[in-house]
């Protein structure tokens, strides 16, 4: 990695607690050329500056790591060119990945990183969160759900929560303005077990990029019509 952009990864992850080792600014920086390099092929990003992407991807995936706990397992939905699930892998080498997304593009290439970064606590399958939250394997089987910029907060919850274990977490990941989404969310967790535990709100180090992390915590089994079929809970949250 070029001198300044680890110079700004080390100082911007510093600001959360967080010290990387050499091997671990290696794989952020071969992630980095995968992701610009396969940018030009198929759209995984509109953030090509390669100092935005520390700061707008690799810190603010980052920014919920103190939420896990070694050991853990992860299912990050919807992680489109891999975030938060890959900068948390490498982080966090004693958890269990699982990145679901709905594009087969963004798979090839997420396997791909996988392979490149010998990232073995990884696991990436092709499918919708609508459908794989009913297979036995997946449903109600991580410690944390978690999830960037991908819906409103009654749709997310629908898409995480029948993913987490009782006593589990939905981590969502939100920009600045979320009060109307929590207002709108509470049929949602009452109907699918969840409970707000605590919202975060913070600007990514050195700059003015706003962010609030809700945590819902799921405290019993989600009625086994949840998620509904493909579509419905985008189309008609529960609200």
Not at 59 to 66: H, N, Q
Not at 78 to 105: M, R, W
Not at 150 to 160: F, I, K, P
Request: proline share 4%; glycine share 4%.
């Amino acid at each position: 990695m070029e001198i300044e952009l680890k110079k700004q990864l080390i100082r911007e992850v510093k600001m959360l607690q967080i010290e990387l080792t050499e091997m671990q600014i290696q794989k952020f920086h071969l992630y980095m050329q995968l992701l610009l390099e396969w940018n030009k092929k198929i759209n995984l990003t509109s953030i090509k500056e390669p100092n935005e992407i520390v700061t707008k991807h690799f810190v603010d995936s980052l920014s919920i790591s103190k939420w896990i706990k070694s050991g853990n397992s992860i299912v990050d939905v919807g992680t489109g060119a891999g975030f938060p699930g890959v900068p948390l892998s490498i982080l966090k080498g004693d958890c269990q990945f699982l990145l679901i997304d709905s594009l087969n593009k963004r798979v090839v290439f997420l396997q791909e990183v996988v392979n490149k970064l010998q990232l073995n606590n990884i696991k990436v399958i092709h499918a919708r969160a609508e459908e794989a939250a009913h297979l036995k394997e997946y449903r109600e089987g991580f410690d944390v759900a978690t999830s960037r910029a991908v819906a409103n907060m009654s749709t997310l919850l629908e898409y995480l929560l029948p993913f987490c274990k009782n006593n589990g977490i939905a981590i969502c990941m939100k920009g600045n303005n979320v009060q109307e989404e929590l207002n709108k969310c509470k049929k949602a967790c009452n109907i699918l077990k969840g409970q707000i535990e605590e919202i975060d709100k913070f600007c990514l180090p050195y700059s003015n990029y706003e962010r609030n992390i809700i945590i819902v915590k799921k405290n019993d089994n989600i009625p086994n019509q949840y998620p509904r079929k493909q579509g419905k809970p985008s189309k008609e949250p529960l609200m």
